[in-house]
C-alpha cells in the first residue's frame, strides 16, 4: 500500500519567515495529495491540494509543489502569522476503484516564534 | 449546518463495553471514511464506505464495524473495548470513491479505562 513520510516533525520559524515542509510517497498511481492544517483539539482541515496533472499550486501565502518523478510533494508557507501555528498533514490517495482513504503523513508541529 | 458531525464529542467507558459513534453529513457526499488519531497524532484510515460497498483497513480489529443506515450516515460500532482503543476518532466525506476532497467531523474522543 501507500506510504508516506513527511518531514521535519517539528518546524519552529520566526513570524515574517516562510516555513517548507516536505512528504515523499512511495505509490506511483497516487494521484492526488491534500494538505490538512489541525489547530489543537480540532479536526483536520483541508488548506489546499493539488493533482497529479499540475506541478505547482497557490493559494494566498500558502502554496504546494509536486515532482511527480521524484515522488515527493511540498507546503511552503510565506509571511507567518501566528494563526498559522498548529499542525500540518500531508497526504496521499491513490488510483483506482472502491474508496480507500487517504495515507497521512506523521504531521509537522510548526511553530511560529513571535 | 455543521457539514459533518459526530456524537458524543466525548466517550468514556470501561474495558470490554460495547459503545457506537455516530456520523452524519449533509453534503450529499457519496463515500464516507472513518479514521483514528492515537496520541501521536497519526491519523489511519480504518473504513471506506461507498454505495454500500466496505473497504476495511486490513489492521483493523474486527471488534469494529461501521453500519451504514442510509448514505447520510456512517455510524462506528466497538464491542469489547479494550485499553489501545482510546484514541480520537474522525468520520469524513467526500464526493466520490475517486474525487479526493474530504471533509472530516469533529472528532470523538474515545478514553477506554
Known amino acids: 500500500g501507500e506510504n508516506v513520510e513527511q518531514h521535519p516533525s517539528t518546524l519552529s520559524v520566526q513570524e515574517g519567515d516562510s516555513a517548507v515542509i516536505k512528504c515523499t510517497y512511495s505509490?506511483?498511481?497516487?494521484?492526488?495529495f491534500p494538505w490538512y492544517k489541525q489547530e489543537l483539539g480540532k479536526r483536520p482541515q483541508l488548506i489546499i491540494d493539488i493533482r497529479s496533472n499540475v506541478g505547482e499550486k497557490k493559494d494566498q501565502r500558502i502554496a504546494v509543489t509536486l515532482n511527480k518523478t521524484a515522488k515527493h510533494f511540498s507546503l511552503h508557507i510565506t509571511e507567518t502569522q501566528p494563526e498559522d501555528s498548529a499542525v500540518y498533514f500531508c497526504?496521499?490517495?491513490?488510483?483506482?476503484?472502491?474508496?480507500?482513504?487517504?495515507?497521512f503523513g506523521k504531521g509537522t508541529h510548526l511553530i511560529i516564534q513571535p | 449546518d455543521t457539514a459533518v458531525s459526530q456524537t458524543p464529542k466525548y466517550l468514556v467507558t470501561q474495558m470490554g463495553n460495547d459503545k457506537s459513534i455516530k456520523c452524519e453529513q449533509n453534503l450529499g457526499h457519496d463515500t464516507m471514511y472513518w479514521y483514528k488519531q492515537d496520541s501521536k497524532k497519526f491519523l489511519k484510515i480504518m473504513f471506506s464506505?461507498?454505495?454500500?460497498?466496505?473497504?476495511i483497513n486490513e489492521t483493523v480489529p474486527n471488534r469494529f464495524s461501521p453500519k451504514s443506515p442510509d448514505k447520510a450516515h456512517l455510524n462506528l460500532h466497538i464491542n469489547s473495548l479494550e485499553l489501545g482503543d482510546s484514541a480520537v476518532y474522525f468520520c469524513?466525506?467526500?464526493?466520490?470513491?475517486?474525487?479526493?476532497?474530504?471533509?472530516f467531523g469533529p472528532g470523538t474522543r474515545l478514553t477506554v479505562t
Open positions: 464506505y461507498n454505495n454500500k460497498e466496505l473497504i
Open positions: 497526504a496521499a490517495k491513490g488510483r483506482g476503484g472502491g474508496a480507500d482513504g487517504l495515507t
Open positions: 505509490d506511483s498511481a497516487s494521484n492526488y
Open positions: 469524513a466525506s467526500s464526493p466520490g470513491p475517486s474525487l479526493g476532497e474530504q471533509y
